[in-house]
């Protein structure tokens, strides 16, 4: 008797064309994204991985090609409910001016407030647990405009983290962190991972990072997956040169024993 075949994934992806104004960024590009996993998806500048993302947000729609959410094209669903089943925190936002921390995080208790709803305790207390788990309690009442780069960026992530969706896609969600406050938000993305309440694709640029914190790698380049699969499994020196066109050596990370990469200076090419 044959083994049955896994349930499909919730977020996936079929044979999608991709582009802006007439340009074409990725043809035929099909990912399903692994359930209760961690997914980072890696690739060179301009390789698609934001355009991806986009796709399976329902920001963008394909030229051609369908994305599924939970068994249903994303299209055919009310944008409240995407917005109840997938979080999104895209390359840059913007807040709307003169608002405050708490008040931009409590936003993202929009998608689960109906038509003349009252704010509740349950609203109230996603709000201060995501205020929590990013360190931002204390700003809770400044101004967002008046806040350096890397502590707007955990303000914004604690709005998509009070949105309390399975699944959630962070577009290089580590810009303008500094590496301490890098490793503390992506350490958060792993307890929300192993936490097994959250699905989660986050684009990173930093392939050291990504082979660390990753359970399932996506490599991309020119709009197509070069490689996909667990770090240990499919990160090599001829993969990195083939995708970054970067000559190094993969060595074991001591602490995580996940691939290392250590580039080759010019004296060593």
């Known amino acids: 008797m044959s083994a049955l075949a896994p349930p499909p994934s919730r977020l996936r992806a079929d044979n999608l064309t991709l582009g802006y104004d007439r340009k074409i960024i990725a043809r035929d590009l099909s990912i399903d994204i692994p359930d209760g996993e961690l997914t980072v998806i890696i690739g060179p500048n301009a390789c698609g991985k934001s355009t991806l993302l986009r796709a399976l947000s329902r920001l963008m729609r394909p030229e051609q090609g369908m994305v599924w959410l939970d068994g249903r094209a994303i299209n055919s669903y009310a944008t409240k409910e995407v917005a109840r089943r ?89 810009t303008w962190l500094d590496i301490a406050h890098q490793i503390d938000l992506l350490e958060l993305l792993l307890e929300l991972n192993h936490s097994g309440d959250h699905t989660l694709v986050v684009v990173l640029h930093d392939l050291n990072h990504a082979c660390r914190y990753a359970s399932h790698l996506v490599a991309m380049r020119d709009g197509r997956i070069v490689a996909q699969g667990a770090p240990t499994e499919i990160v090599t020196a001829q993969l990195v040169e083939q995708v970054f066109g970067l000559r190094c050596v993969i060595i074991d990370d001591p602490v995580s024993h996940t691939p290392l990469i250590v580039p080759l200076g010019r004296a060593q090419h």
């Open 86 to 174: 997938l979080g999104l925190l895209p390359q840059s936002s913007q807040a709307p001016g003169d608002i405050t921390v708490a008040d931009l995080v409590a936003r993202g208790r929009y998608p689960h407030q109906k038509l003349f709803s009252r704010w509740d305790a349950d609203d109230e207390r996603a709000v201060a647990q995501a205020m929590q788990d990013t360190g931002v309690g204390e700003l809770a009442g400044r101004l967002v405009d008046t806040l350096s780069g890397g502590q707007r960026q955990r303000v914004w992530i604690a709005m998509v983290l009070a949105q309390q969706t399975p699944l959630l896609l962070l577009d290089e969600p580590t």
